[in-house]
Structures are given as structure tokens and as C-alpha cells.
């Protein structure tokens, strides 16, 4: 089983409409089966081409696979300052509940592509 630091990622008697469930800042957490999630929030996180894409589309990809009644709470935590959700838990725990959501494994997103570098690049189109 995946395991994040500081996160409780162990599931205890998952209600059948919960794909999983996990535990942060002493409550616990339940994520929608695949059945209940939209395709079109989980694509745009899973097919997210680089970190900085897959960053902008956290918020919504928990809202979409949280529990409805949870979703915002967990966005609010998200936000706060004293928040124990860095970045590095974040991205295990994405992983984690996709893993379990979609019931498959997971692939990094790469890191964003280097700019042209001070490369100058000429057209030979007329």
C-alpha cells in the first residue's frame, strides 16, 4: 500500500460508493468510485503534460472526487495558511487517490521543457 508522509492512507470498512478514504488533519476523507467522478476533471489532471499544467487542476480534481459534502472543506484546507498539505503530499496523495479511483497506476507528469535558452531559431519558409 502507498504511503505518504503524515497522511493515513489506510482504508477501515469503505462504504460501497467510496472508492477509498484517507485521513488528514484528524478527519477522515472519502473519495467517489470512478463511476461518480467526471471523465473531463480527471483527464485534464492525468493528462496534464507537465507539473506546472497539472498544479492549476489539484483543486478541481478534488472537488470532483471528493464526496460532494467534503469537497469544499477539503479546498478550504487546501488554501489555509496553516494547511498541512505541501506540495510533496499533494502529489502522493493525487497519486494515491488515483490509484484507487481509477484503480490503476499512476505516472508522474514531466517536468515543464527548459525555454529556447537564448537559442536563436531562423524560418527558411518564404
Same mark, same amino acid.
Given at each position: 500500500?502507498? =504511503? ?7 482504508? &477501515? ?25 467526471? @471523465? ?6 492525468? !493528462? ?6 497539472? &498544479?492549476?487542476?489539484?483543486?478541481? @480534481? @478534488? ?7 467534503? !469537497? ?13 498539505? =505541501?506540495?510533496?503530499? &499533494? ?23 527548459? !525555454? ?5 531559431? =531562423?524560418?527558411?519558409?518564404?
Amino acid at each position: 500500500m502507498s =504511503t505518504v508522509p503524515e497522511l493515513d492512507l489506510d482504508a &477501515i470498512e469503505v462504504p460501497s460508493e467510496v472508492a477509498c478514504q484517507f485521513r488528514l488533519g484528524g478527519r477522515h476523507w472519502h473519495c467517489r468510485t470512478a463511476g461518480a467522478v467526471p @471523465f473531463d476533471t480527471v483527464a485534464r489532471l492525468v !493528462g496534464a503534460k507537465d507539473d506546472a499544467q497539472a &498544479i492549476v487542476q489539484v483543486e478541481p @480534481f @478534488f472537488r470532483a472526487v471528493l464526496v460532494p459534502e467534503e !469537497g469544499e472543506d477539503f479546498c478550504a484546507l487546501l488554501h489555509a495558511e496553516d494547511s498541512p498539505l =505541501t506540495l510533496e503530499r &499533494i502529489q502522493a496523495l493525487v497519486e494515491y487517490v488515483s490509484e484507487h479511483v481509477l484503480a490503476r497506476p499512476t505516472e508522474r507528469p514531466k517536468r515543464s521543457a527548459p !525555454g529556447s535558452q537564448g537559442k536563436r531559431t =531562423t524560418s527558411t519558409a518564404a
